[in-house]
Antibody, heavy 121, light 107 residues
Framework: QVQLQQWGAGLLKPSETLSLTCAVY????????WSWIRQPPGKGLEWIGD???????IYNSSLKSRVTISIDTSKNQYTLKMTAVTAADTAVYYC???????????????WGQGALVTVSS | EIVLTQSPGTLSLSPGERATLSCRAS???????LNWYQQKPGQAPRLLIY???SRATGIPDRFSGSGSGTDFTLTISRLEPEDIAVYYC????????FGQGTKVEIK
């Protein structure tokens, strides 16, 4: 059974860089895209971006200029970095397994536990 | 970007009643890429339905999905108290997006 565990700094000041890491336990790491999704308090879900085992990425166009997703296949981990954060980036950030490379359907499953990141001066 | 619009915003029903949640897309979505999630307070979303109509592992058969093109539906045949949650539809095209959610509450 695949499990995702995530961690990172929870309190940032404006203009700092957000950094979160997600570790994947169990299952295939190479056969999927791995995703980041966020949810501002009391609001809906926003996809941030995906990365695959080979390091190919795709980002939400609205965040692309500030976001980098990287992968460490030796540790089955991937990392989100977001630069120049503002209060608008305050949210619960989730990692999730994304689309499979060899399956026609595509979904986010399973999800990590979530990490609240607060941006405040 | 494909915009998903869910209705109603809130659904108030009694236990045992049928819940019908709608998701309308701004352009056609492949059935293979239309999913539904359940989110309870303080928890991560959980996959309910993928490929528009396939139940995820462990999901009770009172949950079902249907639809095609731009109109999709999630149905809860007999509402249970533990179904109280926010439900999101999601499309996984080249740029994934989520609907704004439907909150299901007990009347």
């Amino acid at each position: 059974q695949v499990q995702l565990q995530q961690w990172g700094a929870g309190l940032l000041k404006p203009s700092e860089t957000l950094s979160l890491t997600c570790a994947v336990y169990g299952g295939s790491f190479s056969g999927y895209y791995w995703s980041w999704i966020r949810q501002p308090p009391g609001k809906g879900l926003e996809w941030i971006g995906d990365i695959n085992h080979g390091g190919s990425t795709i980002y939400n166009s609205s965040l692309k200029s500030r976001v980098t997703i990287s992968i460490d296949t030796s540790k089955n981990q991937y990392t989100l970095k977001m630069t120049a954060v503002t209060a608008a980036d305050t949210a619960v950030y989730y990692c999730a397994r994304g689309r499979a490379l060899a399956v026609i359907t595509a979904r986010f499953d399973p999800w990590g536990q979530g990490a609240l990141v607060t941006v405040s001066s | 970007e494909i915009v998903l619009t869910q209705s109603p915003g809130t659904l108030s029903l009694s236990p045992g009643e049928r819940a019908t949640l709608s998701c309308r897309a701004s352009q056609s979505v492949s059935r293979s890429y239309l999913n539904w999630y359940q989110q309870k307070p303080g928890q991560a979303p959980r996959l309910l339905i993928y490929g528009a109509s396939s139940r995820a592992t462990g999901i009770p058969d009172r949950f079902s999905g249907s639809g095609s093109g731009t109109d999709f539906t999630l149905t809860i045949s007999r509402l249970e108290p533990e179904d109280i949650a926010v439900y999101y539809c999601q499309q996984y095209g080249s740029s994934p997006t989520f609907g704004q959610g439907t909150k299901v509450e007990i009347k």
